[in-house]
């Protein structure tokens, strides 16, 4: 990958066009894969950490011609009406002197697949904008911010995004790339997912003038450095403490951590954000197991927003629970996935929130399915 520098884009940009939309910093965040931030609100200043296994800055195979990169969200890493605030992305430009623009895009799933709808009716929002990178700075971390309640809740239920890179006459001195997690062969970044979930594909690409995305690169689990980001609604991601990648014992959230493997010594693990309790009541955080998804989700009773249960309720049980901080994040420690019979290695998990003595209603996080071995 060329140029790793990295600097934060807190470019507020107001837009003309479309004034729902701005370029900030964010909040609540998510996976959209691999790159997990954390933004610890305890302590002064607040901690941030990122992790993430980025071995490329990538066009896909577009070379100096317009492209569309997609990173999709596949129904295992994200299923629940989270309303998304923004997103964030990792960019580069190889020239930073020049002004690039960039068209961004939250597009569907098509229905029965993991592939983009690339209809009009599958554009669900589209921005477009400057990327300014200061003299010398080739790449920078970028977040896309809307507007709470403008144009109105965006519900984060099987959708991506879309990169839209203008042509770059001069490639490779010059033009526009994001940074990612190929699957490329020997190279020790690669994603490290077992058969039969290393056949999976997140990322696409659509060349200028063509119709129909194809696999990045024409490979499976490659990945985008993408996350989601949210204004009040409770998270819930799951991460591994795997050997994975050589280096000892680390904490993964990538497609690692939603097939975990029981053979290379992976601990399976969740950690929940959500908006916490404005009254200050410290909150009881639960974690409820189950095989499989209700036919319908049905809405916790007496309490609105998007709170729903999506797990059949006659096959759960309860697996951990604990006190989360007043800004509602808790960690779930990591179990030996070994432990987990192998009748019960996939699974899917939710978490709930309450609020003893409060006057403010339980929170439920989305679900999240595991599939490992």
């Known amino acids: 990958m060329m140029s790793p520098r990295r600097s934060r884009a ?3 940009l107001i837009l003309i066009a479309t004034p729902a939309l701005v370029v900030a910093h964010g909040q609540y965040t998510k996976p959209l894969f691999n790159a997990e931030v954390l933004i610890r609100t305890t302590g002064a200043p607040p901690v941030e950490w990122i992790n993430s296994k980025a071995n490329a800055s990538t066009r896909g195979s577009a070379g100096g011609d317009a492209t569309t990169l997609y990173m999709m969200d596949p129904p295992l890493n994200h299923t629940g009406f989270t309303d998304v605030l923004g997103w964030r992305f990792f960019a580069q430009d190889e020239d930073p002197s020049t002004l690039e623009w960039m068209e961004f895009k939250s597009v569907a799933l098509l229905p029965g697949t993991t592939a983009p709808d690339t209809s009009p009716a599958g554009e669900l929002l589209t921005l477009r904008f ?24 965006l519900d984060a239920v099987h959708h991506g995004v879309a990169l839209e890179l203008p042509e770059a006459p001069n490639w490779p001195n010059d033009g526009l790339s994001i940074h990612a997690q190929l699957n490329l062969p020997g190279d020790p970044l690669r994603l490290r997912v077992q058969a039969p979930f290393d056949q999976e594909v997140y990322a696409y690409e659509r060349l200028d003038g063509s119709s129909t995305p194809t696999p990045l690169g024409g490979r499976t689990l490659d990945t985008l450095l993408l996350t989601h980001e949210y204004a009040t609604d409770a998270v819930l991601q799951t991460f591994v403490m795997s050997n994975a990648y050589g280096a000892g014992p680390e904490m993964l959230f990538g497609p690692e951590s939603l097939h975990p493997d029981s053979t290379r010594g992976d601990a399976l693990g969740f950690f929940l954000q959500s908006a ?10 639960m974690l409820v197991l189950g095989p499989r998804l209700a036919p319908t989700p049905m809405r916790w009773p007496g309490i609105g927003g998007n709170n729903f249960i999506y797990l059949d309720p006659a096959a759960c049980l309860l697996l951990q ?17 070994h432990a987990f019979p192998p009748a019960l290695r996939s699974f899917w998990v939710q978490g709930v929130i309450a609020y003893p003595g409060s006057t403010e209603p339980v929170r439920v996080t989305d679900a999240v399915g595991v599939q490992g071995t």
Do not use: D, H, Q, Y
């Open 10 to 12: 807190l470019l507020l």
């Open 130 to 153: 400057p990327l300014l990178f200061p003299a010398g700075v080739k790449a920078r971390e970028w977040n896309v911010v809307r507007i709470p309640t403008m144009p109105g809740p």
């Open 276 to 285: 916490g309790n404005s009254e200050g009541v410290p909150g009881i955080a």
């Open 321 to 337: 629970a604990g006190n989360p901080t007043a800004a509602g994040e808790f960690t779930f420690p990591a179990i030996p996935f």
